[in-house]
């Protein structure tokens, strides 16, 4: 058996501000650190012994991840980042008030844009070369729907983190709420429409327990 812990960033300026953030690299809030070395604690009682931790190319994630890894004294294992744990990319979206966008284009336009698996946001005309980005060889996407944003982050969950779980090394994911809701439809097989209704708290730790074909024995989530 093995345990996989996926954990959301604590509160980014943008969860506090109500705006769309995706692939903007906000700073976690002082109550997002809070929410993160809370987090931290919770697990540390448990006694989870982590071979690896995962995490994004994106600041809230990186420093919620650091926070966790310091309160369980697990700071020297690998740590791997990757743009494939990136929240995923809300286009033109991003930096709105999502109040605002919802009062211009109403609710089902904003809830499909929001919640729906296929629906892409209004695409950036723009987007920055960055140097994270250039260097790993990928151009930043205009926009996604969770359905691209579960395309790209499969691969590195078959390739990095499932061999590592079926030789029982515990893993940590510190990702984002659409990144870690996509590698959960993944994980507990839920369809298109299903993953509609699926939430992901800020620095709530999911604990799944894994027998060695990586079914799910047991999942708790730690709120």
Avoid: C
Avoid at 103 to 127: H, I, Y
Avoid at 206 to 221: P, Q, S
């Amino acid at each position: 058996m093995s345990k996989l812990v996926l954990m959301r960033h604590g509160e980014s300026v943008a969860n506090y501000n109500h705006t769309f953030t995706g692939w903007s690299d906000v700073p976690l809030t002082d109550e997002g650190k809070r929410e993160a070395h809370e987090a931290g604690r919770k697990l540390n009682e448990l006694q989870i012994k982590f071979d690896d931790a995962h995490t994004s190319y994106l600041k809230r994630a990186i420093i919620s991840e650091n926070i966790v890894l310091s309160e369980i004294n697990q700071l020297w294992i690998p740590q791997h980042k990757t743009w494939r744990l990136n929240e995923r990319h809300y286009g033109a979206l991003r930096g709105q008030n999502k109040q605002k966008v919802r009062a211009e284009v109403g609710d089902e336009q904003f809830m499909m844009w929001r919640r729906s698996f296929e629906a892409v946001p209004p695409r950036l005309e723009v987007v920055p070369d960055l140097r994270r980005y250039h260097d790993a060889g990928i151009d930043e996407p205009r926009a996604e729907s969770l359905k691209m944003a579960y395309q790209r982050l499969v691969p590195y969950w078959i390739d990095e983190i499932a061999p590592r779980l079926m030789n029982n090394h515990n893993q940590l994911v510190v990702a984002h709420g659409s990144s870690l809701r996509a590698l959960i439809k993944y994980l507990e097989n839920i369809d298109d429409l299903g993953i509609d209704g699926v939430e992901v708290g800020n620095a709530e730790p999911i604990i799944y327990t894994l027998d060695h074909d990586l079914r799910i024995l047991k999942k708790e989530i730690l709120n």
